[in-house]
Structures are given as structure tokens and as C-alpha cells.
């Protein structure tokens, strides 16, 4: 069984975002990039799946400019087999990735595919949702934790009230979730030998993808700045603080 992990380029979690001067985006020039945090789990549980016999090859994907080609050399560095660019020097919308991710699915044939839940850059959640959709194959979001077995996974899921255990059909769609596991620190002789893995690259079109309408962001502004805090003795205190700016 193939499995496909799809990464993300954002900005690195640790770093603190700043907007352009001129509010046209958030500054990236001179600022760390990596893969985004929920994807990089994705990847570790793919790893995992392999590593225990159940999974012959692990591929990364990306969509973006060749500087994804960066994100991609780290996941093969973690243990992936060959990685997919599927290039454009715009960013795309949801759809779109879905879109082009499922012309990989094709291509492929992966048992899994596994993505973060979400990117932290825009937080939308839905790409895997779309996928699957696309794909017409059963979805297992929120994942933490994974047990497969006959052809099926049995996925724990993070929901409100807890976990949520579902069982679902392979081939499908899965997002991971924060406690599905923590990622494999990577080592030097890991990053030499990712240099010599192969790294294919199609653009939008040599896939045949149709894009569709991107949301255009017009203008970014920086969140007003907090003010100081207030120390306050005791509980009435509290409660004539909160009365005086009206919030109770």
C-alpha cells in the first residue's frame, strides 16, 4: 500500500507573524519557513504505518513555488520515499489543492491519504473534506490515533465530548490531529541522503487541474494592540471593574 502525505509551506509556528508595511500580506522575506505542524504528523504517522509493515512507500506532495521543493527535501529526510511538486507561483484555494491532490490520487492509487487538519497560515479545515469528497472515498478528520487491520481503519477521533471511534473503508482520507503523535527529530546523514531521493515536478496544468475563483485578499492589518492588565484585591473588586466597562 502507497500512502500520500500532503505538506504545507508556513511560516514556522515559533515565529511571530508580522504584517507588511503596506498591509499587501505577512512578511516572509528573511522569516523561517517549514512544514506545517499538523502535515509533519501526518508524515510521522505515515512513517509509522510503514515502519510497521503495513505500508510499502510514503510520497510527500506540495503545492507552491520551487521553494516548497525545501518543505519536501525535510519530509524525505524524515523517511519519505519520493516526492511530488505540483508548482505554481500563486497561492490557491482549497478547491483548487483538492483538486490537484486528487490528480495525484489518480496517478498513484495510494491506500491513505494523509493530511494535517489544518494549516496554520489560514486555518481553513477543508481540503481533506474536499478530497474525499472528490475522490468519493470515506474521510477519517481529527485523527488520533490509527489502527488498521482487513483493509479498514479503525480511527479514534477528536471531537467535543471526547473521542469519537469510527471504522472506514480503505482507500480513504485522513486528517491528523495534535496527539496523533510527535514527530522524529531528523538528523544530519537523513538530510544528505533526502538529496539523492527523487523529487518529480507538474505544474497545474500537465495535470489537467481546473482552478477555480481564488479568494483575494485585499488588505492584512495587525491585530490592536492589548492593553495593560489590572491587579484587583478581591472578588467585589473584580465584579466593579467588570460593571465599569460593561461587561457585566
Known sequence: MKILVTLKRVVDYNVRVRVK??????ETEGVKMSINPFDEIALEEALR???????????VASIGPDEVQQQLRTGLAMGADRAIQVSSNQAVSPLTAARAFLKLVEREQPGIVFLGKQAIDDDNNQTGQMLAALWDRPQATFVSKVELADGKAAVAREVDAGLEWIEVDLPAVMTSDLRLNEPRFVKLPEIM?????PLDTFSLDELGVERVADIESTRFEPPPQRGG??????????VAELKNKGLL
Not at 49 to 59: H, L, Q, R, S, T
Not at 229 to 238: I, R, T
Open 193 to 197: 541522503k533526502a538529496k539523492r531521493k
Open 21 to 26: 508595511s503596506d498591509g499587501s500580506g505577512v
Open 229 to 238: 492588565g489590572k491587579k484587583v484585591e478581591n472578588v467585589d473588586e473584580l
Open 49 to 59: 504505518i510503514k515502519e510497521a509493515g503495513n505500508a510499502e512507500e510514503v510520497i
